[in-house]
T-cell receptor, first 111, second 114 residues
Framework: NAGVTQTPKFRVLKTGQSMTLLCAQDMNHEYMYWYRQDPGMGLRLIHYSVGEGTTAKGEVPDGYNVSRLKKQNFLLGLESAAPSQTSVYFCASSYSVGVLFFGSGTQLSVL | GQNIDQPTEMTATEGAIVQINCTYQ??????LFWYQQHAGEAPTFLSYNVLDGLEEKGRFSSFLSRSKGYSYLLLKELQMKDSASYLC???????????????FGKGTRLSVIA
């Protein structure tokens, strides 16, 4: 079992470019999440999904879009990257209660 | 809204005991979680409290007082490998029978010194 896999691990973008982060889980979890982590700010929820075909906004959704077309995949899109989106992005999945399984993270720099 | 507070940094000596506090203010409550995060790595689940009292798991214990909006994580017999950030997270009450996402505190960076 791979658990939660995020790709890519590192990415550098120029302001205005777009990209998609892919998250895949093989644990048959219903719930998936995208968090960002910035120094001094902790983990903040961007978007989440409670099942295939559903998405919901979290605490900091602006500038991001998500899709959950398949149960095992949760995509995070940046349509027009801004320097404020420089961060470490973590995907997570869970089956209940709040025991989240995290991916290894994506370090994104927007210049 | 939710407000979760924990100290930014702590330092403790190898072999000692350290207590990391977390206070929270939420509109509802359905569980408090502790996660460990080593530098450059993903968070991993440590413990979960939904009822008042102490939950023990090896060298780690977690305590909850719902009436006081307070929890602590207790680490005994500290080892160098315990140097990490410890994240307190709260789950608000379940809405529409869904899985309400966790809200995380900013984390406490623990340094264990010899």
């Amino acid at each position: 079992n791979a658990g939660v896999t995020q790709t890519p691990k590192f990415r550098v973008l120029k302001t205005g470019q777009s990209m998609t982060l892919l998250c895949a889980q093989d644990m048959n979890h219903e719930y998936m999440y995208w968090y960002r982590q910035d120094p001094g700010m902790g983990l903040r929820l961007i978007h989440y999904s409670v099942g295939e075909g559903t998405t919901a906004k979290g605490e900091v959704p602006d500038g991001y879009n998500v899709s959950r077309l398949k149960k095992q995949n949760f995509l995070l899109g940046l349509e027009s990257a801004a320097p404020s989106q420089t961060s470490v992005y973590f995907c997570a999945s869970s089956y209940s209660v709040g025991v989240l399984f995290f991916g290894s993270g994506t370090q994104l720099s927007v210049l | 809204g939710q407000n979760i507070d924990q100290p930014t940094e702590m330092t403790a000596t190898e072999g000692a005991i350290v207590q990391i506090n977390c206070t929270y203010q939420t509109s509802g409550f359905n569980g408090l979680f502790w996660y460990q995060q080593h530098a450059g790595e993903a968070p991993t689940f440590l413990s979960y409290n939904v009822l008042d009292g102490l939950e023990e798991k090896g060298r780690f214990s977690s305590f909850l007082s719902r009436s006081k909006g307070y929890s602590y994580l207790l680490l005994k017999e500290l080892q160098m490998k315990d140097s990490a950030s410890y994240l307190c997270a709260v789950r608000d009450r379940v809405v529409n029978s869904g899985n309400t996402p966790l809200v995380f505190g900013k984390g406490t960076r623990l340094s264990v010194i010899a």
